[in-house]
């Protein structure tokens, strides 16, 4: 199963998710002008900071939106940068958040995990159901290697909105959801001791995080919200499980590393390089 190799990649590299969130805007002018195109220009970016970081981060996830925006060409883009993810050998996540009926459903689950914008874990917001809005893409869990990372608590401010609503006993929306969605992750396990469907939890809003993560013990994790959002690396700590069972993105931290350093629009890629080292031995220098 698909989390058996994110796991192992855990154990070798550490915890590091960059997150290829590519706005134009953020591609130095020196690099930028090389190309004819904007979604040239941003498919080259990315293959730099793959390049630069392969070989000590876990998995890159590629936020759609940012390719969406600049049409046909943002999309050519971004199946370039999933294909390159692929050929270096590592673990892709699309991040797309769909969700709705099952026969949409299937569709979406036919466009990202098969074709052009094939990627090995895909994100879905569960708020349609669980047969509509995961159950058409369990067989690609089953039979095609895949995964999926379901929103369970996301990190921005908003999600106290409607995810923390109580019930009548007390327990929120966002502890529901992982409660239903345990039962389907147990399964679909991996040797690794965890599911291939795993959970969305941001590492900004933590108060309750030791007795979800009790909930929801066979989730692997993706945890967004770190640097950019405010989260930092002893919010990470109460999600993992022997050192494991969680990667952690980040985005702009990463992209943008280069903003911090002298010079650094001719060494973007260098620079986050380094930030991703710094990342991982963040994280680690918290796990005994
Ligand atoms: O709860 C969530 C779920 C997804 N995201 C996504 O993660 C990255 C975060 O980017 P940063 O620049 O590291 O803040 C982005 O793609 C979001 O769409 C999230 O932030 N929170």
Do not use: W
Not at 50 to 77: N, R, S
Not at 116 to 126: H, K, R
Not at 127 to 152: A, R
């Amino acid at each position: 199963m698909i989390v058996d190799k994110l796991y192992k990649e855990v154990e070798q590299k550490g915890h590091v998710c960059v997150g290829l969130d590519t706005d134009y805007s953020y591609i130095p002018n020196i690099f930028a002008k090389n190309f004819s195109s904007k979604g040239e220009a941003i498919y080259n970016f990315n293959k730099e900071i793959i390049d630069e970081t392969y070989d000590v981060v876990t998995c890159y996830k590629v936020q759609i939106a940012y390719y969406e925006a600049f049409g046909i060409e943002g999309l050519k883009a971004y199946s370039d940068t999933l294909k390159y993810i692929k050929q270096k050998g590592c673990i892709s996540i699309a991040d797309i958040k769909r969700g709705d009926i099952a026969k949409t459903a299937e569709m979406y689950a036919m466009g990202h995990f098969t074709g052009d914008f094939e990627a090995d874990y895909i994100t879905i917001n569960p708020y349609m159901g669980v047969n509509d809005s995961i159950e058409p893409f369990i067989s690609y869990v089953q039979n095609n290697n895949k995964g999926l990372f379901v929103l369970v608590r996301t990190s921005n401010k908003g999600a106290k909105d409607f995810q923390y609503i109580k019930n009548e006993n007390c327990n929120p929306l966002y502890e529901i959801v992982g409660e239903k969605l345990e039962e389907l992750a147990m399964k679909n396990m991996g040797n690794c001791g965890f599911s291939s469907i795993g959970a969305v939890v941001g590492c900004t809003n933590n108060e309750e995080g030791v007795s979800l993560r009790k909930k929801i013990k066979s989730m692997f994790l993706l945890i967004p919200g770190y640097g950019a959002q405010g989260g930092k690396a002893e919010d990470i700590v109460t999600y993992l499980v022997k050192g494991n069972g969680a990667v952690v993105n980040s985005s702009r931290g990463i992209l943008l590393a280069y903003k911090k350093e002298e010079n650094g629009e001719n060494n973007f890629a260098k620079c986050a390089r380094n930030e991703a080292i710094r990342m991982r031995d963040d994280i680690r220098s918290y796990i005994d």
